[in-house]
């Protein structure tokens, strides 16, 4: 977040397999280009529209890889890597999210992440 705009974010999705162990995809994404008046919210912005010189593709990569590595191996417990996420959440409780689970988009009204870092979502008054 910059000034409380979005200029990137974590994309997780679970994979689903006959096995019994969880198989994630993370994906990061930067908004590194767009001036931040071609950004499609008024709620996110860009590198290029806040840095008079943003970084290099390649310098963002490194950087972002070594920023993650970092907190992938700092000591820390489940608990404080799930204060860390809620504390930069973007989205406000009760505010309209849409999900996309296969083909299928779900609307519903955030409730807020639950003690496993799960979605809780609020759609048509049920949880």
Not at 70 to 82: E, K, M, R, Y
């Amino acid at each position: 977040l910059v000034e409380g705009r979005k200029i990137g974010g974590v994309l997780i999705e679970a994979v689903r397999r006959a096995s019994p162990e969880a198989e994630v995809l993370i994906g990061f994404g930067v908004n590194r280009s767009h001036p931040t008046e071609e950004m499609p919210s008024l709620r996110a912005t860009s590198l290029c529209g806040e840095m008079v010189n943003p970084p290099t593709l390649a310098e963002l990569i490194r950087v972002t890889l070594e920023r993650v590595g970092a907190v992938l191996s700092a000591p820390s417990s489940p608990a404080d890597l799930l204060a860390a996420f809620r504390a930069r959440l973007i989205h406000q409780v009760g505010e309209t999210l849409q999900v996309r689970m296969g083909d299928e988009r779900i609307e519903g009204r955030f409730l807020g992440v639950d003690d496993s870092g799960f979605l809780r979502l609020e759609v048509s008054g049920e949880e």
